[in-house]
């Protein structure tokens, strides 16, 4: 998942402990804005999304949409958190020019959403659980565009209005890996519930980070600064981790550390100060006399309620405890939804046996799960990425690599041939069954073909046989090859060394050696 | 609660209002004038078991469904702003 290994913690860390809380903005995919009817589909040309609310013209007023609130709500009880039955909009103000309005709506005392948990799983396997202090409803503001002019820049407001959840975490994260690993909880969950898409490209899931450091033990929290501009998992960790390291040696140094806004710099891997905090952090909240209080009832929260489905964490639980998995594809699984799906339909396709007289449990439960597992961890993955495709877009589904899985459990088929049909599957060339019968892939297992072709080897090889007659056991391997050979691999591995030992060993007895 | 002038000079920068040297006195007497009246609500014994108004009308939120509604007038309200250009809205440089 990350590069814990590759990135130990700085030696110096170990007289002072970091303090990490994330500020995630998670972009609700809603059709229309959080105030306006305007679509925030992403990538229009410039300004062609943004209503005459979303540009600040006179006389407009915001009015809100249920979706958003009831996205929120989701998130809210997915993290067993508080959702409040009243809460309000807030100005917070600022100014700048990509917010036309000269505040943005957001949410400051009585956010919709407060105290709420969610289990991590680290690449250690541990698991903790970070507190969610609050999560709140607010308007994107536009975006600038310094390079488009000389000596001017150019704002389009497309994103100014589109709908975003903040999801504050308490400071209780202690290294740049446990940040990273809940925020890639955080993301798995945005898109399990289906409120966000998770486009970091796009700039639909972004987080800023508040890192200090403290002398190990203490309980007082140092001065923090904060990351901005980072969008992707791994400049997260790497700016968290720059950013400990810097403040220590500030410390070290006998300086302060100032409290400020940083940008991570991904290209020299460091940080640079942006601007001092003390005067941009007087935003002047107020609530938003435009909007009355956001009103829920318990009726419409327990509505929310019943469409939740099992959460991410409960599955990966369910998949190690009553499936036997291992921690580690449990986790890899559970990463997102269409994965875990895709694996929950693949293990319940289980088709009967083929065969008459094949054992109808040929493995056991959690065998198959395992087989599948590994399946979708690995072919169908390479496949997946080698096209470049997301697996809601698979070529094989799930019922149909069950029906492969099958052949390969019941010993139809070995290993090896089960990737030749695997192949031949993705390439469009029909069902399991159908390939396996056109091709002649299925494996011989009738003892009369399989000693028709031991008893050719045998007369092929007669010193050969004296020699592993005479003690010479690693012959048998030999043998073994032959056999294959002259059956084009396919004679079912288990039953042809049975059969083999058993000719071996009996003509020898009839010899009387 | 007074406020002194370098409070007044830092809420008008924040607000982006210009003002002159010569308005400070009176203005700080205002907003002084004006805190001292939230601070007599705030001493008034039984302010505290009033739950905080956060609307002054007794009212719930109206919600729209989650439809685009809205039409491409880009054009008329680009036409509006002092200067455009390639469909963006033009600014000084803001640079941080």
Same mark, same amino acid.
């Given at each position: 998942m990350s590069s814990?290994?590759?990135?130990?913690?700085? %030696?110096?860390?170990?007289?002072?402990?970091?303090?990490?809380?994330?500020?995630?903005?998670?972009?609700?995919?809603?059709?229309?804005?959080?105030?306006?009817?305007?679509?925030?589909?992403?990538?229009a040309a410039p300004n062609r999304q943004a209503a005459a609310l979303d540009v600040a013209l006179p006389?407009?007023?915001?009015?809100?949409?249920?979706? *958003?609130?009831?996205? *929120?709500?989701?998130?809210?009880?997915?993290?067993? %958190?508080?959702?409040?039955?009243?809460?309000?909009?807030?100005?917070?103000? &600022?100014?700048?020019?990509?917010?036309?309005?000269?505040?943005?709506?957001?949410?400051?005392?009585?956010?919709?959403?407060?105290?709420g948990r969610l289990p991590v799983r680290l690449d250690d396997g541990r698991v903790i659980e970070v507190a969610i202090q609050r999560a709140h409803l607010e308007e994107d503001a536009g975006k600038s565009l310094h390079d488009a002019f000389h000596a001017a820049s150019g704002i389009d407001f497309n994103r100014a209005g589109v709908p975003l959840l903040e999801i504050v975490s308490a400071p209780v994260l202690h290294s740049a890996q446990e940040a990273v690993a809940y925020?890639?909880?955080?993301?798995?969950?945005?898109?399990?519930?289906?409120?966000?898409?998770?486009?970091?490209?796009?700039?639909?899931?972004?987080?800023?980070?508040?890192?200090?450091?403290?002398?190990?033990?203490?309980?007082?929290?140092?001065?923090?600064?904060?990351?901005?501009?980072?969008?992707?998992?791994?400049?997260?960790?790497? *700016?968290?981790? &720059?950013?400990?390291?810097?403040?220590?040696?500030?410390?070290?140094?006998?300086?302060?550390?100032?409290?400020?806004?940083?940008?991570?710099? *991904?290209?020299?891997?460091?940080?640079?100060?942006?601007?001092?905090?003390?005067?941009?952090?007087?935003?002047?909240?107020?609530?938003?006399?435009?909007?009355?209080?956001?009103?829920?009832?318990?009726?419409?929260?327990?509505?929310?309620?019943?469409?939740?489905?099992?959460?991410?964490?409960?599955?990966?639980?369910?998949?190690?405890?009553?499936?036997?998995?291992?921690?580690?594809? %449990?986790?890899?699984?559970?990463?997102?939804?269409?994965?875990?799906? &895709? &694996?929950?339909?693949?293990c319940a396709a289980r088709p009967g046996p083929a065969k008459p007289g094949a054992d109808a449990n040929p493995a056991g439960g959690r065998e198959w799960a395992k087989l599948c597992a590994n399946w979708v961890l690995g072919e169908l993955a390479a496949a997946l990425n080698a096209a470049e495709l997301p697996i809601e877009a698979t070529r094989v589904t799930a019922p149909a690599l069950a029906g492969l899985l099958a052949r390969l459990a019941d010993g139809t088929i070995s290993g090896r041939i089960a990737k030749e049909v695997f192949a031949a599957m993705w390439a469009g060339e029909g069902d399991a069954e159908t390939i396996i019968a056109a091709r002649g892939l299925a494996q011989i297992s009738d003892d009369g073909a399989l000693a028709a072709a031991i008893d050719a080897v045998l007369a092929e090889f007669p010193s050969q046989v004296q020699d592993y007659r005479r003690g010479n056991d690693k012959l048998l391997q030999f043998f073994v090859g032959q056999t294959m050979k002259r059956l084009r691999g396919q004679a079912h591995p288990q039953r042809l060394n049975a059969l083999l030992r058993e000719k071996l060993g009996s003509r020898a007895e009839g010899r009387g050696l | 609660m007074s406020i002194d002038h370098a409070t007044v000079r830092r809420i008008a920068r924040l607000a982006r209002i210009a003002v002159a040297e010569a308005e400070l006195p009176a203005l700080a007497d205002e907003l002084g004038r004006v805190l001292a009246l939230a601070d007599a609500l705030a001493a008034a014994s039984d302010a505290h078991a009033v739950e905080p108004m956060a609307h002054p009308h007794a009212q719930a939120l109206r919600w729209r469904d989650d439809v685009v509604s809205e039409t491409d007038h880009a054009d008329e309200w680009l036409a509006l702003a002092p200067e455009a250009r390639a469909d963006l809205y033009v600014v000084p440089k803001v640079i941080e």
């Open positions: 814990s290994a590759l990135n130990p913690q700085p %030696a110096a860390l170990g007289t002072w402990q970091a303090v990490i809380g994330l500020e995630i903005h998670a972009q609700l995919n809603t059709a229309s804005k959080l105030f306006s009817g305007a679509a925030t589909a992403y990538g006389g407009t007023l915001p009015v809100p949409n249920r979706a *958003a609130r009831d996205k *929120a709500i989701r998130f809210g009880l997915a993290i067993g %958190a508080r959702i409040a039955e009243q809460s309000i909009f807030a100005r917070k103000n &600022y100014f700048y020019p990509d917010l036309p309005k000269g505040y943005q709506i957001s949410q400051y005392e009585r956010p919709i959403v407060s105290d925020l890639r909880a955080v993301h798995t969950l945005v898109r399990w519930l289906g409120i966000c898409d998770g486009n970091l490209q796009e700039g639909s899931f972004r987080c800023d980070a508040n890192v200090s450091v403290r002398p190990a033990g203490s309980s007082v929290l140092g001065t923090r600064t904060e990351i901005k501009n980072v969008n992707s998992f791994r400049f997260v960790e790497k *700016a968290i981790e &720059y950013e400990i390291e810097r403040q220590i040696r500030v410390l070290e140094n006998g300086e302060r550390v100032v409290q400020e806004t940083r940008l991570y710099d *991904a290209a020299h891997h460091r940080t640079r100060p942006l601007r001092g905090k003390e005067e941009a952090e007087d935003y002047r909240y107020f609530p938003d006399p435009d909007l009355p209080p956001i009103v829920v009832t318990a009726a419409e929260i327990e509505a929310i309620r019943a469409t939740l489905s099992e959460l991410p964490h409960a599955r990966r639980r369910r998949y190690v405890e009553t499936l036997g998995l291992p921690e580690a594809d %449990a986790a890899q699984l559970c990463a997102d939804k269409a994965t875990a799906d &895709y &694996y929950e339909a693949l | -």
